[in-house]
């Protein structure tokens, strides 16, 4: 039921007297201020900049690799945007990483038996071509190291295509979803905590396979690898991970559309192979090893009152834009701070954005900023990017760091650009209460929800691992899942600008709460090292 404060927030909306309210200097900041809601719903529904700044982000600078020249260049747009509103500290706090990347110009055609431009993207941190590759295909799958005494021999001069070619999938689901809320429901369920002590030598064994496969094609003296894609449609992403200085791959690989790709291998099986001539022009960058994080403030008017975040990861794949993934978060993160500073008035505790970056080579940076702020954990530091992912999760002791208590709550969004249903309390039930009351003055912008299940791959993970308060909102899936993500569909054009103006207006709004309650989020405990639920299991070493 509508407590007295949000019917006063819809009636100032419904009556346009927002205008004629108090001047925000004037303004105080107590909890559930519904005068400074209304105001932050008002400015985020009917003068909103995001898909503005969605463009300007986009469509202009584009891809945003890590480390890459191109995300430099969104760095600098993104503080400039930033202090343009008004906020403090706007700065960058630099983190290890690898190599830079970028990609400046690529081409991919079949040449025989007749000519046909072919759809495929070079994979990211692989070599460029150095000129014009052109030769004959060799179809070779290769999925471990088993499989190199096969074609030892028999791959001089040849364009490898390593993949099995498949079958085209048959779709049983929508291509685009709106939540009903029977599905949210189904999200209301508990995750058991996952420990897997395990995971990290599987996980460094297989991301380092395709470098060993790299080697095995550059000394058999062949001229590229060429891989299908993961989706059909004529899909590809361009996804890799071996940006580590002296490991990256030792010949070009590029990712084929699927349907490219079975084209070859019919052709191959039926008559001469197929030449294709491929060029990249790609250059490595190592004069600078570090990635950064954009980080910028609108300090509170208590400085032993701790402070909240909000964050999206900043950084993209290069098939697409990184429109959807991620900068609809980003582009919220930046909205809400514009809402936000638009107020006029300090909040209590001190608001934190952060615009990460090297979230998709393994949380990076948010991870960099934990150990930095808030926690360590005892990780081996020969792991190295992508490959230190999964012991971050399973290493224990946690110790925590000075910051460790004043961070009060984290909120990310990073699940393309829909619409915000509500939040998941991601199992700690003693949260739920407050963010329900959080979010209570936007049930009537459908976002109502609050399920108990956790959320993965993104950049409130390590946080909650750690027991802090980070949370991700429920969103409308729309196309993401099913061909966006990371594809070269990750265009604006894939984002929908009504669910825009509303996640940043939510973000807005629980921000400005969770800066000024009387009331904080009850924690999770502390993780201690846990013991695995199946001490007796036996893990299949091929997999």
């Excluded at 954009?294 to 208590?302: F, N, Q, R």
Aim: charge should be neutral; hydrophobic fraction near 40%.
């Amino acid at each position: 039921m509508p407590t007295p404060s949000h019917r006063r927030i819809a009636l100032l909306l419904a009556a346009g007297l927002l205008a004629s309210a108090v001047p925000f200097p004037a303004l105080a900041a107590p909890e559930g201020d519904s005068a400074a809601i209304a105001r932050i719903i008002d400015e985020g529904m009917n003068r909103s900049e995001a898909m503005t700044t969605a463009s300007a982000l986009m469509d202009r600078i584009g891809a945003r690799l890590t480390n890459s020249e191109n995300h430099r260049k969104a760095e600098g747009w993104a503080m400039e945007q930033l202090r343009k509103q008004g906020l403090a500290n706007v700065h960058v706090e630099p983190f290890d990483f690898g190599l830079g990347w970028n990609l400046d110009s690529y081409s991919v055609a079949m040449v025989s038996p007749r000519v046909l431009p072919l759809t495929a993207i070079p994979v990211a941190w692989s070599p460029g071509t150095a000129g014009t590759v052109r030769a004959p295909i060799l179809i070779a799958p290769i999925s471990r190291e088993e499989h190199f005494a096969e074609w030892k021999g028999k791959l001089a001069g040849k364009i490898v295509l390593v993949s099995l070619p498949g079958q085209t999938s048959e779709s049983k689901g929508p291509v685009f979803q709106r939540y009903t809320d029977a599905d949210i429901a189904e999200l209301d369920t508990y995750t058991k905590p996952v420990f897997d002590p395990d995971a990290t030598a599987l996980q460094v064994r297989n991301r380092r396979f395709q470098g060993k496969l790299a080697a095995f094609l550059k000394a058999e003296g062949a001229l590229a690898l060429v891989k299908i894609s993961y989706r059909d449609g004529k899909l590809v992403h361009g996804e890799g991970y071996d940006f580590q200085p002296g490991e990256t791959l030792a010949v070009p690989a590029i990712e084929l559309a699927q349907e490219d790709y079975r084209r070859l291998v019919r052709l191959a099986k039926t008559g001469a192979a197929p030449e294709l001539a491929i060029t990249v022009a790609a250059r490595f960058d190592d004069s600078n090893l570090r990635a950064e994080n954009v980080v910028a403030e609108i300090p509170g008017s208590d400085p032993k009152a701790g402070f909240v975040m909000a964050g999206a990861h900043f950084d993209s794949w290069i098939a697409g834009d990184g429109a959807n993934d991620n900068g609809a978060g980003s582009v919220t993160v930046i909205e809400a701070a514009r809402l936000i500073a638009k107020l006029g008035v300090k909040p209590k505790r001190t608001i934190r954005f952060v615009l990460w970056s090297g979230e998709e080579q393994g949380l990076l940076g948010s991870r960099a900023y934990i150990e930095q702020h808030l926690a360590s954990r005892p990780v081996d530091p020969a792991l190295k990017g992508i490959d230190s992912y999964a012991a971050w999760r399973n290493t224990f002791p946690i110790t925590p760091k000075p910051e460790y208590n004043q961070l009060k709550a984290y909120f990310n969004m990073d699940n393309g650009s829909g619409r915000f249903r509500g939040i998941y309390s991601e199992g700690n039930l003693g949260a739920e209460k407050l963010l329900k009351e959080w979010l209570s003055p936007f049930d009537m912008l459908g976002a109502d929800k609050l399920v108990v299940s956790k959320t993965g791959g993104t950049d409130h993970v390590f946080m909650q691992a750690i027991g802090l308060p980070g949370y991700q909102f429920i969103q409308d899936p729309l196309d993401y899942d099913s061909r966006v993500h990371h594809s070269n569909l990750d265009t604006v054009d894939h984002m929908r600008a009504d669910d825009m103006r509303q996640a940043a207006v939510i973000m807005a709004g629980m921000l400005w709460q969770a800066a000024n309650s009387d009331k904080e989020l009850p924690r999770a405990v502390l993780p201690t090292q846990p013991v695995p639920t199946d001490p007796f299991k036996v893990r299949d070493p091929s997999q």
